[in-house]
T-cell receptor, first 114, second 113 residues
Framework: AQSVTQLGSHVSVSEGALVLLRCNYS??????LFWYVQYPNQGLQLLLK??????LVKGINGFEAEFKKSETSFHLTKPSAHMSDAAEYFC????????????FGSGTRLLVRP | DVKVTQSSRYLVKRTGEKVFLECVQD?????MFWYRQDPGLGLRLIYF???????EKGDIPEGYSVSREKKERFSLILESASTNQTSMYLC????????????FGEGSWLTVV
């Protein structure tokens, strides 16, 4: 079965600093990978997804992620953090069986200091 | 625009009550899901449905059941609510491909007292 590991349950950065949220996956076949964001008291919304078209994927709100097969990683980055980026971020992999479900990591809460 | 609507945002129920959480999607999606979200555990799949009247157990189905009588509607049922079912419940839908986006509702906060 596929799985996703997010390193760091909490990440704190200063406003304007680089954001780096880590995600590693386990999969025996090329995966489809997703990053979702959850703002307080809301559902999840898609930031970006990797579907094998390009290894560097650009998403909404200035975020991007790079698929690295050799490292089985799909880390999320943003060059300059904004206060509005404070949220919880989830990495997910698409299960390649008949269920079409997503397997989620445990999430990383991003705190942005003024 | 895509819409997944969960009928109740906040509920407080007593132990032993039967609880219904309703979810409707307007995208004609084949697949619908119920996830449970708890701090530090991420999202865990309770049940999913790939067609009307079809359902399969996810990772944590115990204490839950589901119903999908119409394509757009997927209900989660807690037969006899217990305090350990206090959680955030998220409904989601997806068309049918592995690369398709899953769309989520706003979530339902359930407290069982």
């Amino acid at each position: 079965a596929q799985s996703v590991t997010q390193l760091g349950s909490h990440v704190s950065v200063s406003e304007g600093a680089l954001v780096l949220l880590r995600c590693n996956y386990s999969s025996s076949v090329p995966p489809y990978l997703f990053w979702y964001v959850q703002y307080p008291n809301q559902g999840l919304q898609l930031l970006l997804k990797y579907t094998s078209a390009a290894t560097l994927v650009k998403g909404i709100n200035g975020f991007e992620a790079e698929f690295k097969k050799s490292e089985t990683s799909f880390h999320l980055t943003k060059p300059s953090a904004h206060m509005s980026d404070a949220a919880e971020y989830f990495c997910a992999v698409s299960e390649k069986d008949s269920s079409y479900k997503l397997i989620f990591g445990s999430g990383t809460r991003l705190l942005v200091r003024p | 625009d895509v819409k997944v609507t969960q009928s109740s945002r906040y509920l407080v129920k007593r132990t032993g009550e039967k609880v219904f959480l309703e979810c409707v999607q307007d995208m004609d999606h084949e697949n619908m899901f119920w996830y449970r979200q708890d701090p530090g555990l991420g999202l865990r799949l309770i049940y999913f449905s790939y067609d009307v009247k079809m359902k399969e157990k996810g990772d944590i189905p115990e204490g839950y059941s589901v119903s999908r009588e119409k394509k757009e509607r997927f209900s989660l049922i807690l037969e006899s609510a217990s305090t350990n079912q206090t959680s955030m419940y998220l409904c989601a839908s997806r068309q049918g491909g592995y690369s398709d986006t899953i769309y989520f509702g706003e979530g339902s906060w359930l407290t069982v007292v």
